[in-house]
């Protein structure tokens, strides 16, 4: 079962940026990976997803502000975050696309944003 590991969150001002890595324990190149945040009180929220082959797709309010990224040397997906809002604030995971609740999910990375 590949498993992963979320890093790059943390405490950002309103407006700033941050990037955050996952890491997969084994190999992802052939599968479709995507960006997943859970708001306290909230349902867990599809981001953005990207192909084997780097085709990316974004939920449709994200404006542009986040860019999926993936280095299938590395096993790692990346998720570039500018123009940040109190309203992204959330624990932030990756997993397959498609994943759902009895999947194997991360610890996650806590992304919080202050007005």
């Known amino acids: 079962q590949v498993q992963f590991v979320e890093s790059g969150g943390g405490l950002v001002q309103f407006w700033g940026s941050l990037r955050l890595s996952c890491v997969a324990s084994?190999?992802?190149?052939?599968?479709?990976m995507a960006w997943y945040r859970q708001a306290p009180g909230k349902w867990r929220e599809f981001l953005a997803s990207?192909?084997?082959?780097?085709?990316?797709n974004y939920e449709d309010t994200m404006e542009g502000r986040f860019i999926i990224s993936r280095d299938n040397t590395k096993n790692t997906v990346y998720l570039q975050m500018n123009r940040l809002k109190p309203e992204d604030t959330a624990v932030y995971y990756c997993?397959?696309?498609?994943?759902?609740?009895?999947?194997?999910w991360g610890q996650g990375t806590q992304v919080t944003v202050s007005s």
């Open positions: 997993n397959f696309q498609g994943a759902n609740d009895n999947d194997y």
């Open positions: 084994g190999t992802i190149s052939d599968r479709t």
């Open positions: 990207i192909t084997s082959s780097g085709r990316t």
